[in-house]
């Protein structure tokens, strides 16, 4: 009898180690499926819905420094900002102002003489005239014309001079037509020569005169320029005789003087 009970109880332990067995297996099965690196997955609700995750970079921003177009002189300046987000892409903007640092003129702040707009005729509202005796050549007189005005002007031909109660001018030097019309940027002068009387007392008899004035001529010739000069004579006036002649207006003191 004792026999037979052994082996009953036997037979009742068998299943109990072997349940025991296998929860330590499910167990181990557990922890291995926990430390496999893949974590407790989310299989996803009943509804559909979806988990979305975003990751959004720092945005920085750049400025560039300025940069210098040798060609044109212009200096522009840039700005740059980059936003990068989680899928690593990027915007950016720049912009830049420039400006002229000079014009293609071989002399800043003076007009283009071309341009008819910038250029008149010379008379006695847009210059100074002085009219002066020289020692050398002898019994000659200078005339000098300086442009005070803000456009260039022109000389032309010759100027009309009349002394004192004169009805006629002096004859004009043909010899001493310039090539061009002289013309005068502001500040500028232009100068003619007046032969006064003869050296050898050919001119005949003359008197002295203590006034003058100059007349201007316009593009046709014995035109009127507009406003005559009347500038000084020295104090005892110069003596004109018969053989008073006037050269054509010059653009130098030696060519007014040449004649």
């Given amino acids: 009898m004792r026999t037979s ?6 037979r009742v332990a068998r299943p109990a180690r072997l349940l025991a067995a296998t929860g330590v297996a499910l167990a181990a099965l557990a922890l291995t499926a926990c430390d496999n690196g893949m974590g407790t ?5 009943a509804g559909g819905s979806t988990s ?33 987000g989680g899928t690593g892409t990027g915007t950016g ?13 071989p002399n800043a702040g003076t007009k283009d003489p071309s341009d008819p707009a910038n250029r008149v005729t010379c ?9 002066q005796p020289v020692s050398r050549p002898i019994n000659h007189m200078l005339i000098t014309v300086k442009n005070t005005g803000s456009k260039f002007c ?67 010739p014995g035109s009127d320029a507009g406003s005559p000069a009347s500038p000084a004579l020295p104090a005892k006036g110069v003596y004109v005789d018969n053989s008073v002649a006037v050269t054509y207006w010059q653009s130098s003191v030696e060519d007014a003087l040449l004649y």
């Fill in 154 to 220: 022109d000389l032309y031909y010759n100027p009309t001079v009349r002394f004192g109660e004169a009805q006629s001018a002096p004859r004009v030097i043909e010899e001493s037509q310039p090539q061009a019309v002289v013309t005068l940027a502001p500040g500028e002068s232009g100068y003619a020569g007046v032969l006064l009387s003869s050296a050898d007392g050919s001119g005949g008899e003359g008197l002295t005169e203590k006034k003058v004035v100059i007349y201007f001529q316009g593009r046709q």
């Fill in 123 to 131: 008379n006695g509202s847009n210059t100074t005239v002085t009219a």
């Fill in 93 to 105: 903007t720049s912009g830049g102002t420039g400006s002229d640092a000079g014009k293609n003129s």
């Fill in 5 to 10: 009970r052994t082996a009953r109880s036997s």
């Fill in 41 to 45: 997955r989310d299989e996803g609700s």
């Fill in 52 to 84: 979305t995750s975003q990751t959004t970079g720092t945005s920085g921003t750049t400025t560039g420094g300025s940069t210098t177009d040798k060609a044109s002189s212009k200096t522009g300046t840039g700005t740059g900002t980059s936003t990068s």
